[in-house]
């Protein structure tokens, strides 16, 4: 069953949408050459507890950090770590959530490191209006298949894959709820939406082939064929006017 919520869980989520768009604010200027995803992490832990949240990912399914920071060929799930030392002309994803007064938030950036090469440059810009057009659709009486459909026409217009082994996905009370939003697909196909429901909608795109695989530390995704990616997710909310991101930047 799909969780709807009142309109007061949904102002709960709003605040705490917030908070974690402000921090990832102040986590993107920290992106700079010679900067470890380790401190990234740790000045990410910081801040959420300083807001008065929690980090929703620390311990999540055995993941034993804050964010995930994801370098280059990196999907999602990367572990931060001391030795990855981030270099000009890579690209880093920043996938961080909180929970805030019992409820979850989840975003992600994706964010050159320093000067990167115009392709590149290119990759991180799709999946960026990707995201925004597939909020734009969102909506009551449309269908998760419709979001997955719009984004999947604009990315492989470019000529970029569609990961599809992995998913955006319904978010309150637990990081993970029904209904899975899909990046691909066929209009009018999955789940209809309706007003009060909450997903997170989250494009990751590559630029050579769409399959992916575990990595070694049995957390993290890469490109099956060492090719970049680029991730982006908001947190939206399903209203009477057609969709909220409650992780939107001021």
Request: glycine content about 10%; overall charge negative; some cysteine.
């Amino acid at each position: 069953m799909i969780p709807i919520k009142t309109p007061e869980e949904i102002a709960v989520m709003r605040e705490g949408g917030h908070i974690l768009a402000q921090i990832m604010k102040e986590l993107i200027v920290q992106v700079k050459p010679g900067v470890t995803t380790d401190q990234l992490d740790k000045i990410a832990e910081a801040k959420i507890r300083e807001a008065g949240a929690k980090p929703a990912f620390l311990n999540y399914q055995g993941f034993p950090r804050t964010m995930c920071t994801s370098v280059n060929e990196e999907v999602v799930h990367a572990i931060p770590s001391e030795e990855k030392i981030l270099k000009a002309g890579d690209i880093v994803s920043l996938d961080l959530g909180v929970i805030y007064k019992g409820y979850y938030s989840d975003m992600a950036r994706t964010i050159p490191v320093g000067e990167v090469a115009p392709e590149t440059s290119r990759l991180v810009r799709v999946c960026r209006e990707a995201l925004r057009l597939g909020t734009e659709k969102a909506r009551p009486g449309i269908t998760t298949g419709d979001i997955g459909n719009t984004i999947q026409r604009f990315v492989e217009s470019h000529g970029y894959g569609i990961v599809r082994e992995l998913c955006g996905h319904g978010i309150g009370k637990e990081l993970h709820e029904e209904p899975q939003v899909l990046n691909y697909g066929e209009r009018k196909s999955g789940v209809k939406l309706e007003q009060g429901m909450v997903i997170c909608i989250e494009p990751m795109i590559t630029m050579g082939d769409f399959n992916v695989k575990r990595a070694k530390d049995g957390q993290a995704f890469v490109t099956r064929d060492g090719s970049l990616s680029a991730h982006f997710e908001d947190t939206v909310a399903l209203i009477a006017s057609g969709a909220e991101v409650l992780t939107k930047f001021e």
